[in-house]
Protein backbone atom coordinates (compact mmCIF):
# COMPACT_ATOMS: atom_id res chain seq x y z
CA UNK A 1 0.00 0.00 0.00
CA UNK A 2 1.85 3.35 -1.12
CA UNK A 3 1.55 6.52 1.10
CA UNK A 4 -0.03 9.26 0.30
CA UNK A 5 1.22 12.77 1.64
CA UNK A 6 -1.03 15.75 1.10
CA UNK A 7 0.25 19.10 0.61
CA UNK A 8 -2.40 22.52 0.53
CA UNK A 9 -1.44 26.14 -0.38
CA UNK A 10 -4.34 26.97 1.72
CA UNK A 11 -5.14 30.51 0.27
CA UNK A 12 -4.13 29.03 -2.84
CA UNK A 13 -7.30 26.66 -2.56
CA UNK A 14 -10.13 28.95 -0.81
CA UNK A 15 -9.19 31.35 -3.62
CA UNK A 16 -9.72 29.14 -6.55
CA UNK A 17 -12.77 27.45 -4.71
CA UNK A 18 -14.60 30.66 -4.66
CA UNK A 19 -14.28 31.18 -7.96
CA UNK A 20 -14.96 27.86 -9.31
CA UNK A 21 -18.15 27.50 -7.21
CA UNK A 22 -19.40 30.52 -5.98
CA UNK A 23 -19.88 34.55 -6.92
CA UNK A 24 -17.76 37.33 -5.66
CA UNK A 25 -20.09 38.51 -3.34
CA UNK A 26 -20.87 35.20 -1.46
CA UNK A 27 -19.94 35.39 2.87
CA UNK A 28 -16.17 34.59 3.54
CA UNK A 29 -16.69 31.41 4.53
CA UNK A 30 -17.31 30.19 1.48
CA UNK A 31 -14.67 28.66 -0.45
CA UNK A 32 -13.42 27.15 2.94
CA UNK A 33 -12.31 23.62 2.93
CA UNK A 34 -11.54 20.96 5.73
CA UNK A 35 -8.03 19.48 4.60
CA UNK A 36 -8.81 16.04 6.41
CA UNK A 37 -12.00 15.69 4.26
CA UNK A 38 -10.22 17.04 1.28
CA UNK A 39 -7.05 14.26 2.28
CA UNK A 40 -10.04 11.48 2.19
CA UNK A 41 -11.43 12.60 -0.73
CA UNK A 42 -8.67 12.57 -2.91
CA UNK A 43 -7.43 9.16 -1.45
CA UNK A 44 -11.28 7.71 -2.65
CA UNK A 45 -10.86 8.97 -5.64
CA UNK A 46 -7.91 7.15 -6.58
CA UNK A 47 -7.80 3.90 -8.75
CA UNK A 48 -4.69 2.76 -6.62
CA UNK A 49 -4.45 1.20 -3.08
CA UNK A 50 -3.57 4.54 -1.56
CA UNK A 51 -3.35 5.33 2.94
CA UNK A 52 -3.21 8.98 3.17
CA UNK A 53 -0.41 9.14 5.98
CA UNK A 54 0.13 13.02 6.15
CA UNK A 55 -1.61 16.40 5.62
CA UNK A 56 0.22 19.21 5.21
CA UNK A 57 -1.43 22.97 4.83
CA UNK A 58 0.65 26.06 4.51
CA UNK A 59 -0.88 29.34 4.83
CA UNK A 60 -0.16 32.76 6.55
CA UNK A 61 -1.20 34.14 9.48
CA UNK A 62 -2.30 37.59 10.76
CA UNK A 63 -0.07 39.43 13.28
CA UNK A 64 -2.03 39.75 16.51
CA UNK A 65 -0.83 43.39 17.38
CA UNK A 66 -2.51 44.72 13.95
CA UNK A 67 -5.33 42.50 13.57
CA UNK A 68 -6.09 40.07 17.21
CA UNK A 69 -9.79 39.09 14.97
CA UNK A 70 -8.11 37.54 12.26
CA UNK A 71 -5.32 36.16 14.44
CA UNK A 72 -8.01 34.51 16.57
CA UNK A 73 -10.07 32.88 13.81
CA UNK A 74 -6.81 32.18 11.73
CA UNK A 75 -5.42 29.70 15.22
CA UNK A 76 -9.44 28.60 16.27
CA UNK A 77 -9.16 27.03 12.28
CA UNK A 78 -6.21 25.79 12.77
CA UNK A 79 -6.60 24.52 16.23
CA UNK A 80 -9.68 22.70 14.97
CA UNK A 81 -7.77 21.12 12.04
CA UNK A 82 -4.50 19.73 13.88
CA UNK A 83 -7.57 18.25 16.50
CA UNK A 84 -9.36 16.90 13.64
CA UNK A 85 -6.50 13.61 13.28
CA UNK A 86 -2.99 13.65 13.56
CA UNK A 87 -1.72 13.44 10.66
CA UNK A 88 -2.60 16.78 9.99
CA UNK A 89 -0.24 20.09 10.40
CA UNK A 90 -0.28 23.04 9.46
CA UNK A 91 2.79 25.26 8.56
CA UNK A 92 2.59 29.07 8.70
CA UNK A 93 4.27 32.29 8.42
CA UNK A 94 2.75 36.23 9.72
CA UNK A 95 1.44 37.95 7.16
CA UNK A 96 3.46 40.72 5.40
CA UNK A 97 2.03 44.39 6.18
CA UNK A 98 2.76 46.95 4.21
CA UNK A 99 3.49 50.64 4.55
CA UNK A 100 -0.23 51.96 3.92
CA UNK A 101 -1.70 49.18 5.76
CA UNK A 102 -5.08 48.33 5.95
CA UNK A 103 -5.66 50.25 2.22
CA UNK A 104 -3.24 47.69 0.85
CA UNK A 105 -3.59 44.05 2.13
CA UNK A 106 -1.02 41.99 4.07
CA UNK A 107 -0.20 39.45 2.05
CA UNK A 108 1.61 36.00 2.42
CA UNK A 109 5.42 35.79 1.87
CA UNK A 110 7.43 32.56 1.86
CA UNK A 111 4.87 29.61 1.80
CA UNK A 112 4.79 28.60 -1.50
CA UNK A 113 8.68 28.01 -0.43
CA UNK A 114 7.60 26.23 2.60
CA UNK A 115 5.51 23.40 0.79
CA UNK A 116 8.25 23.25 -2.21
CA UNK A 117 10.99 22.49 -0.01
CA UNK A 118 8.70 19.76 2.34
CA UNK A 119 7.39 18.33 -0.79
CA UNK A 120 11.12 18.06 -2.26
CA UNK A 121 12.52 17.52 1.31
CA UNK A 122 10.31 14.62 2.44
CA UNK A 123 10.66 12.87 -0.86
CA UNK A 124 14.20 12.77 -0.31
CA UNK A 125 13.57 11.13 3.06
CA UNK A 126 11.02 9.23 1.37
CA UNK A 127 8.41 10.35 3.40
CA UNK A 128 5.68 10.01 1.22
CA UNK A 129 5.09 7.38 -1.57
CA UNK A 130 3.13 9.68 -3.44
CA UNK A 131 2.76 13.60 -2.91
CA UNK A 132 -0.10 15.34 -4.22
CA UNK A 133 0.14 19.40 -4.28
CA UNK A 134 -3.17 21.58 -4.26
CA UNK A 135 -2.08 24.56 -5.70
CA UNK A 136 -1.78 26.75 -9.40
CA UNK A 137 1.30 28.26 -8.01
CA UNK A 138 3.42 27.90 -10.67
CA UNK A 139 6.29 28.85 -8.13
CA UNK A 140 5.95 25.33 -7.20
CA UNK A 141 6.89 23.84 -10.21
CA UNK A 142 10.66 23.44 -9.52
CA UNK A 143 9.77 21.28 -7.00
CA UNK A 144 7.36 18.84 -9.04
CA UNK A 145 10.60 18.82 -11.22
CA UNK A 146 13.31 18.30 -8.39
CA UNK A 147 10.68 14.55 -7.28
CA UNK A 148 10.60 14.18 -10.70
CA UNK A 149 14.28 13.82 -11.45
CA UNK A 150 14.83 11.39 -8.38
CA UNK A 151 13.82 9.12 -10.87
CA UNK A 152 11.61 6.90 -8.56
CA UNK A 153 10.38 3.83 -10.14
CA UNK A 154 7.91 3.36 -8.90
CA UNK A 155 8.43 5.85 -5.99
CA UNK A 156 8.43 8.56 -4.79
CA UNK A 157 6.08 10.16 -7.30
CA UNK A 158 4.28 13.56 -7.46
CA UNK A 159 0.84 14.17 -8.43
CA UNK A 160 -1.47 17.63 -8.45
CA UNK A 161 -4.97 18.42 -7.68
CA UNK A 162 -7.13 21.07 -8.99
CA UNK A 163 -10.84 22.10 -9.24
CA UNK A 164 -13.03 21.30 -11.78
CA UNK A 165 -15.78 24.21 -12.37
CA UNK A 166 -19.42 23.21 -13.91
CA UNK A 167 -18.13 25.42 -17.04
CA UNK A 168 -14.72 24.16 -17.46
CA UNK A 169 -11.53 22.83 -15.63
CA UNK A 170 -9.44 24.77 -13.53
CA UNK A 171 -5.80 25.76 -13.82
CA UNK A 172 -3.85 23.02 -13.12
CA UNK A 173 0.28 22.35 -12.58
CA UNK A 174 1.97 20.90 -14.79
CA UNK A 175 5.86 20.51 -15.76
CA UNK A 176 7.30 20.32 -19.22
CA UNK A 177 7.54 16.78 -20.92
CA UNK A 178 5.85 14.92 -18.07
CA UNK A 179 2.51 13.85 -17.35
CA UNK A 180 1.14 14.38 -13.80
CA UNK A 181 -1.65 12.55 -12.77
CA UNK A 182 -4.60 15.21 -11.92
CA UNK A 183 -6.90 14.62 -9.69
CA UNK A 184 -10.25 16.75 -10.91
CA UNK A 185 -12.01 17.90 -7.79
CA UNK A 186 -16.03 18.60 -8.97
CA UNK A 187 -18.56 20.42 -7.46
CA UNK A 188 -19.89 17.46 -5.73
CA UNK A 189 -16.30 16.97 -4.28
CA UNK A 190 -16.27 20.45 -2.77
CA UNK A 191 -19.22 20.09 -1.38
CA UNK A 192 -17.81 17.14 0.15
CA UNK A 193 -15.35 18.68 1.78
CA UNK A 194 -16.90 22.23 2.14
CA UNK A 195 -16.30 23.93 5.84
CA UNK A 196 -18.98 26.19 6.39
CA UNK A 197 -17.87 26.81 10.32
CA UNK A 198 -17.87 30.99 10.49
CA UNK A 199 -13.77 30.76 12.64
CA UNK A 200 -14.34 34.99 13.12
CA UNK A 201 -17.13 34.27 14.90
CA UNK A 202 -16.88 35.05 18.67
CA UNK A 203 -16.75 31.80 20.73
CA UNK A 204 -19.40 30.99 22.71
CA UNK A 205 -19.43 29.20 26.27
CA UNK A 206 -21.28 26.26 24.65
CA UNK A 207 -18.04 26.22 22.25
CA UNK A 208 -15.51 25.92 25.01
Known amino acids: MARLALFVDYQNTYKGAREAFHSWNDFQTCGQIHPLLLGQQIVSKDAYDNELTAIRVYRGRPDSLKDPRGYSANLRQCMAWEASSPLLKVIWRTL???RDWPEEKAE????????AIDVVAMAVRKEYDVGVVMSTDTDIKPALEAVVSLGGNPFPRVAVAAWSSPDRHSRRLSIAGRQLWCFWLDENDYQAVADQTNYAAPATSADS
Open 108 to 115: EKGIDVAL
Open 96 to 98: RYP
